[in-house]
């Protein structure tokens, strides 16, 4: 009996609280009309964005995979290339950090776009800083910025950016950016989805396509610069090699053209030796020759290979909230005020307005 009771205090409560509500119509219509105009106001100013996705499934090799064809390869012709190193330092879920960095973005300023309205070619960075729509809201936050800023934080297109030392408005720049750009990596499947947001369908899409390209050939640069490297040094130790046996060649044609008919001990001495020597540079320009084989297959093998399950596109619905959306929110945000206002904080202001005119008669 003393829980229902309970349950139907509540429930009185609850009806009593709605019909002292409902009881204000017009105190209600007019938080409803003003919050409404407000989520017009707010929705009208928050520029439509639109984001482009790409899907990419990077190849999941391992040092040890890599270096075991390889090793397989040398063992064919008796090279041997020492014992496999297992990881990798850049895997998929450091990918985003990858995103984050300075050096990374700071590259997106020069990349030319065209907006899908226009016809005039700008940088990214100047697409972003004017032909934005900023909200009244953050109106105050640019002029105190202004007022702040210096005379010399200004940068022009084609002037290099340092990433080390960015200025006030690189710095926002790059945070802007940053906050367009997302990289979702599936733990499970390592399947990396790329999105770029912009208030320009064409201009997202464009700069996703960049951002992808950049980080391919990023991952690319890391896993063979080790190869790279080998495949100059081997590159120039071949033609070395070839120099040199060519030379003892020359000296070996010679030396037998000019002595056909001589049958002296000294002179056939000295023509075997030449020819000893042309035999051991042969020897060492074909080792050279292999080793050079190896390593332009290490640099393929190196190379990472991305599948790319969604290709950039133009996106043509916008992703951001709907302004619909944000108008109905505005609207029960005014209905909501109204129940706080008629239930609880009117009489609290009425209570305390009391308190401070009976301390002041006093």
């Given at each position: 009996m003393m829980g229902l009771q309970t349950n139907n205090t509540k429930e009185i409560d609850v009806v009593g609280a709605l019909k002292k509500v409902l009881a204000e119509k017009r105190l209600l219509l007019k938080f409803c009309?003003?919050?409404?105009?407000?989520?017009?106001?707010?929705?009208l100013s928050i520029p439509r964005v639109y984001t482009s996705t790409v899907v990419l499934a990077p190849e999941n090799s391992t040092g040890s995979s890599a270096l075991s064809k390889f090793g397989a390869l040398g063992s064919m012709i008796g090279i041997n290339v020492g014992p496999a190193m297992d990881g990798d330092a850049l895997y998929p879920e450091i990918y985003p950090d990858i995103f984050a960095s300075n050096?990374?973005?700071v590259d997106l300023f020069d990349v030319p776009v065209v907006p899908l309205d226009s016809i005039r070619v700008r940088t990214y960075y100047n697409h972003l800083a004017f032909d934005g729509k900023i909200p009244f809201w953050q109106y105050p936050k640019i002029w105190i910025t202004k007022l702040l800023s210096d005379d010399d934080d200004e940068w022009a297109v084609g002037k290099p950016v340092d990433p080390f030392r960015l200025t006030r408005k690189q710095e926002n720049m790059v945070k802007l950016i940053k906050s367009n750009i997302s990289c979702l990596v599936d733990k499970k499947t390592s399947v990396i989805t790329i999105g770029v947001t912009d208030i320009d369908p064409l201009v997202a899409a464009v700069i996703l396509d960049?951002?992808?390209?950049?980080l391919q050939?990023?991952?690319?640069?890391?896993?063979?610069?080790?190869a790279r490297q080998d495949l100059e040094?081997?590159?120039k130790m071949c033609k070395q090699c070839e120099e040199e046996y060519e030379d003892a060649q020359s000296k070996y044609a010679k030396a037998a053209d000019a002595n056909r008919n001589v049958n002296l001990v000294r002179v056939s001495s000295e023509i075997t030796?030449?020819?000893?020597?042309?035999?051991?540079?042969?020897?060492s320009y074909s080792a050279a020759m292999q080793q050079l084989q190896i390593s332009r297959q290490q640099v393929q093998i190196n190379t990472p290979v991305f599948t790319v399950i969604q290709k950039p596109s133009v996106p043509t619905r916008p992703s951001g909230m709907p302004k619909a959306v944000i108008c109905v929110l505005y609207f029960m945000?005014?209905?909501?005020?109204?129940?706080?206002?008629?239930?609880?904080?009117?009489?609290w202001w009425k209570s305390s307005r009391s308190c401070l005119k009976k301390r002041k008669e006093k």
């Open positions: 009309i003003v919050f409404s105009i407000i989520g017009v106001i707010v929705a050096d990374f973005i960049s951002v992808k390209n950049k050939r990023y991952i690319t640069d890391y896993r063979t610069s080790k040094y081997v590159t030796k030449l020819e000893n020597d042309m035999q051991l540079k042969y020897n945000l005014g209905v909501v005020l109204d129940g706080l206002w008629v239930l609880f904080i009117r009489d």
